[in-house]
């Protein structure tokens, strides 16, 4: 409206409402802390999502919640509420016609005492013998008939919404029979449904019919046998849950209640029901406890509440391969724990997707795992970690801003010529222009008169890092740091050095190349053995496919070896203490690393007698160096390491 004024200002009402409810960046953060102290790379992912951004709203404290909920849905009560009541009205009903019997003095009142008197113990025989019993009074008929119209009220209104509380029931046949033939056509259209024929027609003449007794108002088929499945499920745990003789006994008294056609349809109901939805738990029980006896449909209530809880609690869990948050049912989200629980899951799934959109995670076959963005990152991470220790330490700074020059410096210069990219050398260049000038100033300079510093062209290097993966690794606290070493180096030969060339190497009892994903999700080799023969043998191969780069072999263990190859079948041999024949075998890839001039130097973790001797000897023999670096100071190690050898030269 014209004259209207408006004024902005800062936001003071508390968090930013158009604000994300989530730092994607700092998830991939939290993640990639855990990795790099030696958590699984799933372990983590999946973690993200049960603990949830910031610690709030994940899967485990919804989990909480749905089980908190179950324990005390079994606590709601006793299961055989429906024979204790029948039971209840029976023996009032007995009591009140022997109380009037016994006011009649006629032959007929002595003979009804004695067919009362014959009566068993079972409540369903009791009711089912009374059927055709003339009672002596309308009250005690009526409290009979309670036992029955009770029953067929709760059985039918819990298969069908419509039914519920509907007082017609008890005393209009008409309406059972309405209800048979409902049952009748209902079971018709299953059957249709289950030979997969098109059924869009029949189902909706159905819900023409017999639509009043689904005020839910399914849209089709599938709906409306997944309304009825899971309802008619529960009522088969009922029976599933109690005893043998009260699974009888309520059994009789559903027969009674509901006549031999009705029985017999929804019989048939369920049979097909269960065909089309063998997943919904139709053979599982629960023990229920409690003071208050449950009715039918209280039971059944309780127990499908149960049912819902444990899928939801299945689909919370996240176990199951390929297992994503859109498994969630949202809806059974809200109908038991609540919208706030709803909004959580939201948040959830828009963290998922927000991590997938933004290229942070990829999803394969086992689940999330990180992009290579997000290892870039990662690596990252890992790399100032360990510069800040080189910073901070006695090597001094090692400045990443010229690492990845292409050339050093050898003192000489020349003249410039065009399309040179060396620095000037301005010193000579304003000699050069005072010699052919004269002295004065302004110092004229012309094209002739500059010279720039010649360089010498820095070899490439070629680079194996050999990392042990065996058992020992992860229970002394290395495997954080081992990774955190692998992937630092990773990215700084990525980043400043893209001309060189990394194979990361892991061995257990036998070894394999890693890629830098692979080293984040790498999980510690259970099976006993340390080969780094097979390592070195790899190694070998990454060096000789760059036969002009500086060839040079890093090796991470904590143990002597313990495993080679057999020369004949290729085998991963294993012995403790190591044989004669597995270090034979090792030194022998030593020596031919050696002959083809790579630096091997060795990386010992921890102080194991044996592996002093061994890598003492190796050193000696292939000229390398031992090192002996506490955990936390790998990285720092074998990057200084890494960057002192590339400048060295190749031995001929």
Known sequence: MAGNRFRYGQWHGGPDPLAPPYDVQAAVDQVGAEVLA????????????????????????????????????????????????????????????????????????????????????????????????????????????????????????????????????????????????????????????????????????????????????????????????????????????????????????????????????????????????????????????????????????????????????????????????????????????????????????????????????????????????????LGGTALRQVFAELTAGPRGQHDLRSAGAAGEVTGASRPWEYGDEQPLDVVRTLTRAVRRAGPGVPVPLAVEDFEVVETERRASAVVALCVDLSYSMISQGRWGPMKQTGLALAHLMATRFPQDALQIIGFGRRAETLTQQELAAVEPDMTQGTNLQHALRLAGRHLRRHPDAEPVVLVVTDGEPTAHLDPDDGEALFAWPSSPETIEATIREVDRLGRYGATLNLFMLGDDPGLRRFVDAVARRSGGRVFTPDADDLGEYVVSDYLRSRHGRRRR
């Open 38 to 377: 030696g958590g699984s790379l799933r372990d983590a992912l999946r973690d993200l999502l049960r603990r949830g951004p910031q610690g709030r709203g994940g899967l485990d404290e919804l989990t909480a919640r749905a089980r908190r909920l179950r324990r005390e849905a079994l606590r709601r009560g006793e299961l055989d509420g429906a024979v204790t009541r029948a039971r209840a009205l029976l023996d009032q009903a007995l009591a009140a016609e022997r109380d009037e019997l016994a006011r009649r003095t006629d032959e007929a009142a002595r003979f009804a005492e004695t067919v009362l008197d014959d009566l068993p113990r079972s409540t369903a025989q009791a009711v089912r013998d009374l059927a055709d019993y003339r009672w002596a009074s309308d009250d005690t008929r009526r409290t009979y008939q309670r036992i029955l119209d009770g029953l067929r009220e709760e059985v039918l209104g819990q298969r069908f919404a419509g039914l519920r509380d509907s007082a017609r029931l008890a005393a209009d046949p008409a309406v059972q029979e309405r209800v048979a033939e409902m049952t009748r056509d209902l079971n018709a259209l299953l059957v249709r449904h289950a030979r997969a024929e098109d059924t869009t027609d029949a189902f909706a003449e159905f819900m023409r019919r017999h639509g009043e007794f689904f005020p839910e108002h399914p849209r089709d088929v599938d709906e409306l046998i997944d309304l009825l499945a899971r309802r008619t499920a529960a009522g088969q745990r009922l029976m599933n849950s109690l005893s043998r003789r009260q699974r009888e006994e309520l059994a009789g008294l559903m027969r009674e209640s509901l006549g031999d056609r009705l029985a017999g349809e929804l019989a048939a109901l369920e049979g097909n029901l269960r065909a089309l939805r063998p997943d919904l738990r139709w053979g599982r029980g629960e023990r229920m406890q409690g003071d208050q006896p449950l009715g039918y449909g209280e039971a059944t209530g309780a127990l499908d509440d149960i049912a819902e809880l444990d899928d939801l609690l299945d689909q919370l869990g996240q176990t199951h391969p390929g297992a994503t948050l859109d498994d969630i049912d949202v809806e059974a989200v809200a109908r038991t724990l609540g919208r706030d629980a709803t909004d959580d899951v939201r948040r959830l799934r828009e963290l998922e997707r927000e991590l997938r959109r933004q290229g942070w995670v990829t999803r394969d076959a086992d689940g999330l795992t990180l992009s290579p963005k997000a290892l870039r990152r």
